[in-house]
């Protein structure tokens, strides 16, 4: 049979696709869950990295809109900061963490010149507390928890990729934490 002696067959074009609210809002929701999906499977950062904030260019504009990340994720990593001596923290994911302090002047001689504290810490309504669980030397340690206690909660005023700002549950003393690598940014910029 030639394609002249088939019959011929009616083909309607196609439909416009028409969908309710309600489909529509099931379709959205189930691409976010396909979405999650795949996103969980795409590599992570390998551990020890610091987890910052992703900048995300503006569509006709040149300034930049930071992506939100949970409060959780911007504090990991490594923070340095100058409050008395040297400070170092480094904030785990799983809500451990480890500070390093180099003390100056007078708390040197009263301490040590160096301090270590394994820490747990935790986020809630704004605030980040920091609770000590031991520390080396033990003995200048264990004054040191006598004398200051062993948890601290500090207001969260900013933290983005570079900058932990808080402030001190006194209300008056501010802490100004910053990336390692961004306090050697500042540093070389000055030598310029």
């Keep these: 049979m030639t394609m002249q ?5 009616r083909i309607d074009p196609p439909k416009a696709v028409t969908s309710s609210p309600r489909q529509a809002a099931v379709s959205l929701l189930l691409g976010f869950v396909a979405w999650g999906g795949i996103r ?3 590599p992570q950062q390998p551990d020890g990295q610091a987890r910052t904030p992703v900048a995300l260019a503006v569509i006709g504009d040149s300034r930049e809109a930071s992506r939100v990340v949970p409060l959780e994720q911007r504090v990991l990593g490594e923070w ?3 409050y008395r001596g040297e400070r170092t923290l480094i904030l785990r994911d ?3 963490g ?3 302090v180099k003390l100056a002047g007078f708390a040197r001689k009263l301490f040590a010149e160096k301090l270590y504290f394994d820490i747990e810490w935790s986020i809630e309504d704004g605030s980040i507390s920091l609770k000590t669980v031991s520390g080396r030397p033990e003995a200048k340690f264990e004054m040191i928890r006598k004398l200051y206690g062993d948890e601290a909660t500090y207001a969260i005023l900013e933290v983005d990729a570079s900058r932990m700002h808080l402030l001190d549950g006194d209300g ?3 802490y100004d ?3 390692p690598e961004a306090m050697y940014e500042e540093v070389a910029s000055d030598d310029r």
């Design 80 to 82: 340095r900061d100058n």
């Design 94 to 96: 799983d809500l451990t």
């Design 40 to 42: 969980s499977s795409l």
């Design 177 to 179: 934490w910053r990336r």
């Design 98 to 100: 480890i500070m390093e």
């Design 172 to 174: 008056k003393t501010e």
């Design 5 to 9: 002696e088939a019959p011929r067959q």
